[in-house]
C-alpha cells in the first residue's frame, strides 16, 4: 500500500473524530462513539458509510449552534476541519486493509485527543 492511502486513510480518522466531535457537542445520541463503530465504517464501505454519517452534519450544527451558545465557535470549527479532512479525492470506497487501518487510528486517536484537550467539557 502507497504513501498515499495511508495519507487518505489518515484523513478519514480525523474525518470521523470531527463527526465524533460534533456529535457530542451537539448532544445529539448517535453510534459514533460506540465501541466497534469506526472499524465497521472503514469495513463496510467507507464512502457509504461516512456519507452516511456526513448527512446528519447539518441537523447536529444546527443543534450545537441554537441549543448551547457556548457550542456556537466550536460547533463552527469543526465544520472547517471536516472540510479540511474529506481527501482530496474522496473517500475511498473499499475497505481498509491493515496499513489504512493503522493510519486511520492514528489520525482517529490524535483528532480525538485534540478536540478533548480543546473542548474539554463540551464533549460531556
Not at 9 to 37: H, M, Q, V
Not at 47 to 74: I, M
Not at 77 to 103: V, Y
Amino acid at each position: 500500500m502507497g504513501q498515499r492511502q495511508r495519507d487518505v486513510a489518515e484523513l478519514c480518522g480525523r474525518l470521523y473524530a470531527a463527526l465524533w466531535a460534533l456529535e457530542r457537542i451537539a448532544g445529539s445520541p448517535g453510534d459514533l462513539d460506540k465501541p466497534g463503530t469506526p472499524h465497521y465504517v472503514i469495513s463496510h464501505g467507507p464512502e457509504t458509510e461516512f456519507r452516511k454519517h456526513l448527512d446528519d452534519v447539518g441537523e447536529r450544527l444546527y443543534r450545537a449552534r441554537t441549543g448551547r451558545p457556548e457550542a456556537r465557535a466550536p460547533a463552527a470549527g469543526l465544520l472547517q476541519d471536516m472540510a479540511n479532512f474529506i481527501p482530496p479525492d474522496g473517500i475511498p470506497s473499499g475497505n481498509f486493509g491493515t496499513e489504512e487501518r493503522e493510519s486511520f487510528d492514528r489520525g482517529l486517536r490524535e483528532q480525538r485527543t485534540a478536540y478533548e484537550e480543546k473542548f474539554g467539557d463540551l464533549l460531556s
